[in-house]
């Protein structure tokens, strides 16, 4: 989650998370009972810094997924002495955490990129360990320009951003059902009168600061439950040599089995449960299914029996989104190479949200995000053409563009076969208790991780690494 964010929306959403919600009409979450009882989603978590628990009955545990959510199960169970295998589908570990070294030899993030908030996060906790470079981010250094590369004033947006959120947050406790967070924009921004003209610019900024925070378009998104979550204090920091190096770290000395695509899973309480893949089967006391949301609701994956109604509604009612990026790689600066960010203030641009990589590489290259309303548009399109679409934006700002244009890379992270997206959303209808539904274990021998599991911190790589901790630490306690 949270890619990129306006420092006002930021602090607005902070503000009004804590506001009134839980007298609204939808009554209290668990989270915020939880929070009202002084055992807080973080205080419940499973840190990876407790004394070890050794196994008492040595089992042989299966881990479908070697992403962020499988790697981090397996290497609790390992240590604690179980058989572990992990079986990955693609042919490298990561899931949607992927460092790529295509463009110049220089490792860039196509799928997660940033720890948001290193205070108490479990990921900045092993970075810390393993001696992991990072550097920070600073969401205020952003440039905003106009479509035709006119600098354009930030504060006039930002304001009229945050009286829309808060006409949304008003409007949402009135709710009697859950709709579209478009339903409600739509609503508070006839109740603002806002000009056409500005609310181009303001729709950007909703792309930038919502669409591309949630991985989700505004017509994608439940109303009332879009911004459930929890969120971390201190700085927000990049991998300059990749995320990667994080699960790398992780998964050393385990079992991990690339090119496993699991069809099939048959369970028993009593038999265990068998797996089967185009080319084995496997056979284990439990299994851990860490594969994404977006490949639960392909069902892509056949269950025997076959998933219970309430985990099946779960699956269905949670949405999965894409948030996608268009690296470009040039062979000099024509931007300004100091300045982090820079955003397009208007909607009718495809690419509104741009993060100089110069600063961090020392290597001219530009990222874009593309997500939201524009998810489905882009990735029906050719890499080529996605590529330059993004360069005929940058080529009405800036002069030197096609000239100096080396190679690109664009990600469609919605049609990836291993994950049909980038990660969970509350989709209209959806709620909270949808998420501890997909997370409950049936039979005591199939358990699910992930960060669609989660309800304190979902869509994020620390949520994934929490829930497989969960898992493991549930195992280890039976």
Avoid at 351 to 370: C, E, Q, S
Wanted: glycine residues 8%; proline residues 3%.
């Amino acid at each position: 989650m949270a890619e990129k964010q306006y420092t006002a929306f930021i602090k607005r959403l902070n503000a009004l998370k804590q506001s009134a919600k839980s007298n609204h009409a939808w009554g209290m979450s668990r989270r915020d009972f939880l929070h009202m009882a002084g055992i807080g989603a973080t205080a419940i978590a499973i840190s990876k810094f407790v004394p070890k628990v050794r196994a008492q009955s040595p089992k042989t545990i299966i881990v479908i997924g070697a992403g962020a959510s499988g790697i981090a199960a397996a290497n609790e169970l390992h240590y604690a002495g179980h058989s572990v295998i992990v079986l990955e589908a693609r042919d490298r570990i990561g899931g949607r955490v992927w460092t790529d070294t295509r463009l110049d030899n220089t490792p860039l993030d196509l799928g997660a990129s940033w720890i948001h908030g290193i205070t108490g996060n479990p990921i900045w906790n092993l970075a810390q360990e393993y001696g992991i470079t990072t550097r920070p981010t600073d969401y205020d250094d952003t440039l905003l320009y106009t479509p035709t590369g006119d600098e354009a004033d930030s504060d006039t947006i930002d304001n009229l951003l945050d009286e829309l959120l808060s006409a949304i947050d008003t409007l949402r406790q009135d709710l009697d059902t859950d709709t579209s967070l478009r339903d409600i924009v739509n609503q508070a921004i006839n109740e603002l009168d806002i000009a056409d003209a500005t609310r181009t610019a303001l729709e950007a900024a909703l792309m930038v600061s919502i669409e591309n925070e949630y991985g989700n378009s505004l017509e994608g998104l439940s109303a009332y439950y879009w911004d459930e979550s929890d969120e971390f204090d201190g700085v927000d920091v990049v991998f300059p040599n990749g995320y990667g190096e994080v699960f790398a770290k992780l998964a050393e000395g385990l079992d991990i089995r690339l090119n496993q695509v699991v069809t099939e899973i048959k369970y028993t309480a009593d038999a265990g449960v068998t797996l089967i893949t185009a080319n084995e089967r496997f056979s284990a006391d439990k299994v851990i299914l860490t594969v994404p949301l977006g490949v639960l609701k392909r069902d892509t994956i056949a269950f025997s029996p076959p998933l219970p109604q309430n985990k099946q509604t779960a699956i269905n009612r949670l949405a999965m989104g894409a948030l996608n990026k268009v690296y470009l790689l040039f062979n000099t600066v024509f931007w300004d190479e100091e300045a982090q960010f820079f955003d397009i203030n208007d909607a009718r641009v495809g690419f509104v949200d741009w993060i100089n990589f110069y600063p961090l590489t020392n290597k001219p290259i530009l990222m874009a995000f593309y997500s939201g309303r524009e998810q489905s548009r882009l990735e029906a399109l050719s890499e080529d053409a996605i590529i330059a679409e993004a360069l005929g934006v940058l080529g009405d700002l800036f002069d030197g563009v096609s000239e100096s244009f080396v190679r690109g890379i664009a990600t469609r992270w919605g049609q990836d076969p291993f994950a049909y997206g980038s990660y969970s959303s509350y989709g209209v209808g959806s709620e909270p208790s949808d998420r501890e539904a997909l997370a409950e274990s049936l039979g005591g021998v199939l358990y699910f991780a992930g960060e669609a599991t989660r309800i304190d911190h979902p869509g994020t790589v620390h949520g994934a690494v929490w829930s497989g901790w969960a898992v493991a630490e549930t195992i280890l306690g039976e």
